[in-house]
């Protein structure tokens, strides 16, 4: 079983849509789950972050974990063409070395 | 906002010849990053430093791969000698804590082996 499971899409959906990505981790140690988003050519960008299960808003963006189910989600609201990009889930044990998902393209169409 | 700067945005070079990818992470950073990742795959892991010492290297990490932090504010990536399947995007990336729950990745340098 791969340590972190993302559905590599690619994903389309209209403006304005409501985008729910997601994520499975297989080891129970992660601590922090954090998202990134990866523009085309570009470094992956820290999107959202969290310490414990549950949801944390910020802005247009949901984060909800799930440690018993090893299940990490984000929601995406009101989505714009400018959120067409690659979303990296990236739980962590709080070393040195994170662990990055294969990614889930997106692609918002205007 | 302070960034990661990574120089040069592309390096061609032909197999068996060295290269150094250059970093210069956010100031007040303490913990440094190289991560890699090949055309179409997912960002994966290569090395961290911390206080003029590797921290965790992965398996890609191997002998023909070194870094160093020559002064207050480089960091840099050396390939001994190159191959073909080096042939990448490197990311730096640098982080205030310890914690690495928050990196901050530069744009890359796109590392052609021919």
């Known amino acids: 079983q791969k340590e972190v499971e993302q559905d590599p899409g690619p994903l389309s959906v209209p403006e304005g849509a409501i985008v729910s990505l997601n994520c499975t981790y297989s080891n129970s140690a992660f601590q922090y789950f954090m998202w990134y988003r990866q523009y085309s050519r570009k470094g992956p960008e820290l999107l959202m972050y969290?310490?414990?299960?549950g949801n944390k808003e910020d802005g247009r963006f949901t984060a909800q974990v799930d440690k018993s189910s090893k299940y990490i989600s984000l929601f995406i609201r009101d989505s714009q063409p400018s959120d067409s990009a690659t979303y990296l889930c990236?739980?962590?044990?709080?070393?040195?070395?994170?662990?990055f998902g294969a990614g889930t393209r997106l692609f918002v169409k205007a | 906002e302070p960034e990661v700067t990574q120089t040069p945005s592309h390096q061609v070079t032909q197999m068996g010849q060295e290269v150094i990818l250059r970093c210069v992470p956010i100031s007040n950073h303490l913990y440094f990053y190289w991560y890699r990742q090949i055309l179409g795959q997912k960002v994966e892991f290569l090395v961290s430093?911390?206080?003029?010492?590797?921290?965790?290297k992965s398996e890609i990490f191997d002998d023909q791969f070194s870094v160093e932090r020559p002064d207050g504010s480089n960091f840099t990536l050396k390939i001994r000698s190159t191959k073909l399947e080096d042939s990448a995007m490197y990311f730096c990336?640098?982080?205030?804590?310890?914690?690495?729950?928050?990196?901050?990745f530069g744009s890359g340098t796109q590392l052609s082996v021919l």
């Open positions: 990336a640098s982080s205030e804590k310890e914690t690495n729950e928050k990196l901050f």
């Open positions: 969290t310490y414990s299960s």
């Open positions: 430093f911390y206080n003029n010492e590797i921290s965790e």
């Open positions: 990236a739980p962590g044990t709080g070393g040195f070395k994170t662990i």
